[in-house]
């Protein structure tokens, strides 16, 4: 009788131990190797390579009373982001450009020839004047104050994609804020002159694209003239070296 006690004691204590166990490991997150991972695992467990390991997050249960509605939390989604034309893996805008800046026709009353450009700095367009007392009309970005400038110049040279070389005096501006600037940038998505730059005589100033579509409209520039870069190359496509600027 005994030894039948004593073993069934036993038995109780196994199972009991082994429902303590099961129970104990029932809410413990599963492993997750990563995908990264493509050495052998002898290489993963041992040596310079260690395995990176995810776990799920534990979610504890929540109290709740009687008809008490349930809560889901659902994770933020990512804002949609509008992509450039010109290259559609780069982010082109963080938000809608108003649409006045966008390009247009417009009726246009002036003295000058089809075919010259138009820049009115105040309002912030620029004028490619048509026949027929029309012009396209695009949204561009102006000098920023004590950087505003007006005249007549030609366009004097058209480069896609330009390279950046910011003047000694900008570079030293820049650097009395604390902005470092390159002393040369090649020419892509991330130069500030954007897809195209159309060079205004012998001055510094230029008609180009920019990598910031969302200044368009604004006083922002260091005296240039920039176009959101699907703007600036229809505008390149549609004039010459040679064209007049008239910037007032």
């Not at 649409?99 to 020839?113: A, G, I, N």
């Not at 130069?191 to 579509?213: K, Q, V």
């Amino acid at each position: 009788m005994m030894k039948h006690l004593f073993l069934a004691a036993a038995f109780c204590g196994t199972f009991s131990t082994a429902a303590i166990a099961d129970d104990r490991y029932a809410t413990r997150p599963p492993v997750i190797l990563s995908p990264d991972l493509t050495a052998p695992w002898i290489n993963q467990l041992g040596g310079k390579v260690r395995p990176v390991v995810y776990q799920r997050p534990v979610v504890q249960p929540q109290q709740r009373g009687l008809f008490q509605r349930r809560v889901i939390r659902q994770a933020p989604q990512p804002a949609p982001q509008t992509v450039s034309a010109i290259n559609p893996g780069i982010p082109a805008i963080r938000h809608p450009i108003e649409p006045q800046y966008l390009p247009q026709m417009v009726d246009y009353d002036t003295t000058e020839k089809p075919g010259t450009i138009v820049i009115d700095t105040n309002n912030r367009f620029l004028y490619l004047v048509m026949d027929g007392g029309k012009a396209r009309r695009y949204g561009v970005g102006v000098g920023k104050p004590g950087f505003e400038w007006a005249g007549a110049h030609k366009i004097t040279r058209k480069i896609e994609w330009p390279d950046w070389t910011p003047p000694s005096e900008m570079i030293s501006r820049e650097a009395a804020k604390g902005h470092y600037l390159p002393a040369r940038m090649d020419g892509g998505p991330e130069n500030p002159l954007g897809a195209r730059a159309m060079y205004l005589g012998s001055t510094l100033y230029r008609i180009h694209g920019t990598n910031a579509p969302w200044s368009i409209g604004s006083a922002v520039s260091s005296g240039c003239i920039r176009l959101r870069n699907e703007d600036v190359v229809d505008l390149y496509d549609r004039v010459n070296v040679g064209t007049r600027v008239i910037v007032m």
